[in-house]
Every structure is written in structure tokens, then in C-alpha cells.
């Protein structure tokens, strides 16, 4: 059973263009939502994460947006660079109380062409 | 360097050897996490340690999979009588383990390729 899905596979998008990814997860008791960036040969490292007490969230070029209702949260990348082509991962896990291990989606591979 | 750090970063072994891969988690986390990411997929977890004490094992892999934490700081992850389908990469991160302080800090990874 995947918990969380994402999509899409992979996204091509040109130089200052606007980057979208999409996330749905089923567990309704999820209350912690990061997003994750991975390079080649690296581990992945936190970009920007959201609880769902807040329908939006902004760090810079990256926003979370996040939709309860729906169960579903997307990771926007606003003028994209060609050094933010990379792997990206949602990821879902329970925080109150616990801590839980991360439960992560498939991954989206980015392209950006200049 | 203050990160995770996993050691090996590559190891090649044959089918039907035992491998053992280390962890040294960021020193002040006391919660460890394994996971496997095959190509093209997201990280999958494994077990996980709060401390020196294991939390969750059942989804380890299977039975020739196991994984130690015994003073509370490093953890070693090892799989007995390696298969072609172990061949990936093994994630280590570590987290404070408090429910306000949620970033999972991740290692390089250690790939395995069974031969």
C-alpha cells in the first residue's frame, strides 16, 4: 500500500519557469509534510516542510501549499535554475507524539533547460 | 564535518556474503533511522532506534537483515547471505527524536551492488 503518491514521474520545465509537484496521502493522522531534494550520489536533504495547520508555506523560490480536505500537498519552485534540477521527494510522517519514521513517495525527477 | 556519516559509501560483494555498514549519526540525536532506496524510487523505511533501544524491526526486509545501535551513537545495519536483490542504497539519517524538532537529517547513503 503506498501511503503517498506523487506525481509526476519527471517535469521538464525552461529557466524561470515555475516548477509544480504534486503529493496525495491517505493517512488522515499524518501531521508532518517535508519535501526533500536529492542529487546524484547524495542523501536526501530538507527543503521546506509544513504542518497542516497552515494552508501555505513560503521559503524563498519554494512554497508548500497544502489542502487538508483533499489530502494533498505540492511543492512549487518559482523561477527554476538549472541548479535546482534534481530528485525531488514528499514525504508524510506523524509527529504528535512519536516521531515516526518518514514515509516518502516515488520521486520526481526535474529538468531545468536553459 | 558535524552531518551524518556513513561508511562505507560503495561496497561490491558476491552473492551469498555478509555485508556490514556503520552509521555515526549527528551527536546529539538519539533517534536513528534505516532506509533502502532502489533506483528510481523513494526512500523505504527500515527500522529506526531511539537510542540504544530498536522501536520498530518489522519492516526490515527479512530475516537475514539486521541492525544494531549498542551505545546509543553509532548503529550498524548488516544483511547475511546477500542477494542480487539487495543491490541498493542504504540511507542512515538521524533526528532529535523530539515531536517539535521534526528534520530528518540524512547520510550519503552506502550503495550496495551484489554480484
Known amino acids: 500500500q503506498q501511503q503517498v503518491k506523487q506525481s509526476p514521474q519527471s517535469l521538464i520545465v525552461q529557466k524561470g519557469g515555475i516548477s509544480i509537484i504534486n503529493c496525495a496521502y491517505e493517512?488522515?493522522?499524518?501531521?508532518?509534510f517535508p519535501w526533500y531534494q536529492q542529487f546524484p550520489g547524495k542523501g536526501p536533504a530538507l527543503l521546506i516542510a509544513?504542518?497542516?495547520?497552515?494552508s501555505e508555506k513560503k521559503e524563498g523560490r519554494f512554497t508548500i501549499s497544502f489542502n487538508k480536505s483533499a489530502k494533498q500537498f505540492s511543492l512549487h519552485i518559482m523561477d527554476s535554475q538549472p541548479g535546482d534540477s534534481a530528485t525531488y521527494f514528499c514525504?508524510?510522517?506523524?509527529?504528535?507524539?512519536?516521531?515516526?519514521?518518514?514515509?516518502f513517495g516515488k520521486g520526481t525527477r526535474l529538468s531545468v533547460i536553459a | 564535518d558535524t552531518g551524518v556519516s556513513q561508511n562505507p559509501r560503495h561496497k561490491i560483494t558476491k552473492r551469498g556474503q555478509n555485508v556490514t555498514f556503520r552509521c555515526d549519526p549527528i551527536s546529539e540525536h538519539n533517534r536513528l533511522y534505516w532506509y533502502r532506496q532502489t533506483l528510481g524510487q523513494g526512500p523505504e523505511f527500515l527500522t529506526y532506534f531511539q537510542n540504544e533501544a530498536q522501536l520498530e524491526k518489522s519492516r526490515l526486509l527479512s530475516d537475514r537483515f539486521s541492525a544494531e545501535r549498542p551505545k546509543g551513537s553509532f548503529s550498524t545495519l548488516e544483511i547475511q547471505r546477500t542477494e542480487q536483490g539487495d543491490s541498493a542504497m542504504y540511507l542512515c539519517?538521524?533526528?532529535?527524536?523530539?515531536?517539535?524538532?521534526?528534520?530528518?537529517?540524512f547520510g550519503q547513503g552506502t550503495r550496495l551492488t551484489v554480484v
Open positions: 539519517a538521524s533526528t532529535l527524536g523530539t515531536a517539535m524538532n521534526t528534520e530528518a537529517f
Open positions: 493517512n488522515t493522522a499524518f501531521d508532518y
Open positions: 514525504a508524510a510522517s506523524l509527529q504528535f507524539p512519536g516521531n515516526t519514521p518518514l514515509v
Open positions: 509544513i504542518r497542516p495547520d497552515v
